[in-house]
């Protein structure tokens, strides 16, 4: 378990995960349109959105947030990406 108890460190590792996926689709972060992300506990919203904001900086993709029972008690943050390469590539 990465982060335990940290809802910002597991929010970080996550988004090395989607940045690594994208880069081997050819695709990087500023390609990302949408995101949706899942907290197991509301409180840690804050927290989940500045990482979040500190990954996209000027990007601004769409964002849902929204609190929900998440598989296991560990998991507090679950993060979904949309992204659109964009014709010309990097």
Do not use: C, S
Not at 32 to 59: C, L, Q
Not at 65 to 78: K, M, R, S, T
């Amino acid at each position: 378990m990465v982060g335990a108890g940290d809802a910002a460190a597991q929010a970080r590792f996550i988004f090395d995960k989607i940045e690594a996926a994208l880069e081997q689709l050819g695709a990087r972060l500023k390609d990302v349109v949408r995101t949706r992300v899942y907290v197991r506990r509301i409180e840690d919203w804050e927290p989940v959105a500045r990482v979040h904001g500190e990954r996209f900086g000027r990007v601004r993709p769409a964002n849902t947030l929204v609190q929900a029972q998440l598989v296991g008690d560990e998991y507090l943050v679950e993060i979904e990406a949309e992204a659109v390469r964009r014709r010309g590539g990097r």
